[in-house]
T-cell receptor, first 111, second 116 residues
């Protein structure tokens, strides 16, 4: 199935800086989700978006569901060392159960 | 969210043997579970959708006779890698889907398989 285009592939930032990553697709999704995966662990859900244009926050994380339903972004403000990990976007459609994942953004935070 | 466990968390086996991985939904009855595979530094790739009481639906390119899935109850799905080979070494992750409007998936901690 189609994959999502996620960028950037990796980021190296200083503690305290803000982070932004995004996902785009050539097709429409009805749900966008953002997950974080630590090494050797399964992905953990950060934010779920269900409506076009929706802007949702979870602590220092903010994500938006694009108006066209073909994109989403995730922002992390005031990064801290424990933000290190791989962030995946995922898109889901109503007509099937499975999700499609982006390739991931590997975040490194320097203390 | 749902709590999902997997067992074992890691396994090393000889080439040609079969390995069974369990996925349990601890606090939620899941009619649908999913199995993913993740190679190093790559994203998750859906292998199959596991439906309680019926045959699993496999993604294109995934051999159903090699990756046997059994979803015998609302809280347990198993993935058996039959006649494992080194190229089957990977990180296998299951997820459960919450019924309802959100249909959000929650993932297990994963099982790392190394085939020697």
């Amino acid at each position: 199935g189609q994959q999502l285009n996620q960028s950037p592939q990796s980021m190296f930032i200083q503690e305290g800086e803000d982070v932004s990553m995004n996902c785009t697709s050539s097709s429409i999704f009805n749900t966008w989700l953002w997950y974080k995966q630590d090494p050797g662990e399964g992905p953990v859900l950060l934010i779920a978006l269900y409506k076009a244009g929706e802007l949702t926050s979870n602590g220092r994380l903010t994500a938006q569901f694009g108006i066209t339903r073909k994109d989403s972004f995730l922002n992390i403000s005031a990064s801290i060392p424990s933000d290190v990990g791989i962030y995946f976007c995922a898109g889901q459609k109503w007509n099937n159960n499975d999700m499609r994942f982006g390739a991931g953004t590997r975040l490194t935070v320097k203390p | 969210g749902a709590v999902v466990s997997q067992h074992p968390s890691w396994v090393i086996c000889k080439s040609g043997t079969s390995v069974k991985i369990e996925c349990r939904s601890l606090d939620f009855q899941a009619t649908t579970m999913f199995w993913y595979r993740q190679f190093p530094k790559q994203s998750l790739m859906l292998m199959a959708t596991s439906n309680e009481g019926s045959k699993a639906t496999y993604e294109q390119g995934v051999e159903k006779d090699k990756f046997l899935i059994n979803h015998a109850s609302l809280t347990l799905s198993t993935l058996t890698v039959t006649s494992a080979h080194p190229e089957d070494s990977s990180f296998y992750i299951c997820s459960v889907q919450l019924a309802g409007a959100s249909e959000t998936q929650y993932f297990g901690p994963g099982t790392r398989l190394l085939v020697l």
